[in-house]
């Protein structure tokens, strides 16, 4: 039985076939590269919508946020992934608006905008924490009794030596307040940031690749 077989050679020599895979392979890369680039650039604009959500959605300093949402990983044309990461740890309370009330009769913080906030009635501010030197607003947790020390430590000596190392919550007198993380923000807002982002990047490849 006969069989014929096509291949390249009978369309082209070898020197031209050569030529043709090279350019293929050429134009390969470049689409490789640029899907890179693309994805690189929605990486960038996710961070950057996520400052600018951030700092809509929040009664705090614009620099506040700086690089804790960042580009943790970028892609490579061998690697097509980019990685967003952000902060987890608290935001401190100090970091948002706030106001020690006349008389000491609490903290008021306002922490979204758009909102008038609340009256913290047993809450505090120290001028300059050991920690930044910054002001920490601590919250009373409980009735102050007199001659009770002028520190910070949970319980005293006593208590300490009564309940071991571990502390339940009902034994602290004091806390710092803490805010939303950024984390926390994120893990909101990407579902927001994103698409606009893989919108614009997809834009710019299919005009780097020309199509």
Known sequence: MARYQSSGAHLFDSAAFEQIKSKLKKREDEIEAALADAVN???????????EEWNAYFRIKSDYIGNKVRVMRRASPGRLEAVVGARS?????????YKVMPGRKGVRLRVRRGRSGGVLRNAFVIPRAKSNGKPLIIERLVKYKKGEARNFKHGGKERA????RVRTAEQLRFKALYGPSVNQHFYDSRARVAPRAMSEA???FMKAIGA
């Open 41 to 51: 650039f929605a990486a960038e604009d996710t961070v950057t919508l996520t400052a």
């Open 89 to 97: 740890r608290a935001t401190r309370a100090d970091n948002f608006d």
């Open 161 to 164: 030596e009564q309940f071991g």
């Open 202 to 204: 997809k834009q710019r």
